[in-house]
C-alpha cells in the first residue's frame, strides 16, 4: 500500500512590469501523489520500443553483414 503523500504548499510571486512591482501568495495548495502506475513501471513500458528498434537494427546488420568466405588451398 502506498503511503500518502500529500502536502499543503505556498506559492510567493513578485512580478515587475511597467506599472511597478506587484506581490502575489497562492497559498494552501494541495500536492497530490503522482497518478498511474509507478515511476520504474512507466520508464520500462515507455523504453520497450526503443530496446526493440535496438535488437532490430542489430539483427538486421548482422544478416545484411558480409560473411568471412573459408580460406581455400
Known amino acids: 500500500m502506498r503511503q500518502s503523500r500529500n502536502a499543503q504548499l505556498?506559492?510567493?510571486f513578485?512580478?515587475?512590469g511597467p506599472q511597478g512591482q506587484a506581490r502575489g501568495t497562492l497559498s494552501d495548495v494541495t500536492i497530490l501523489n503522482?497518478?498511474?502506475p509507478?515511476?520504474?513501471?512507466?520508464w520500462t513500458i515507455?523504453?520497450?520500443p526503443?530496446?526493440?528498434l535496438a535488437v532490430f537494427i542489430t539483427v538486421a546488420s548482422?544478416?545484411?553483414k558480409p560473411r568471412r568466405q573459408p580460406l581455400t588451398v
Open 10 to 12: 505556498t506559492f510567493e
Open 14 to 16: 513578485v512580478i515587475n
Open 34 to 36: 503522482q497518478p498511474g
Open 38 to 42: 509507478p515511476l520504474p513501471l512507466s
Open 46 to 48: 515507455g523504453l520497450l
Open 50 to 52: 526503443l530496446i526493440a
Open 62 to 64: 548482422r544478416r545484411t
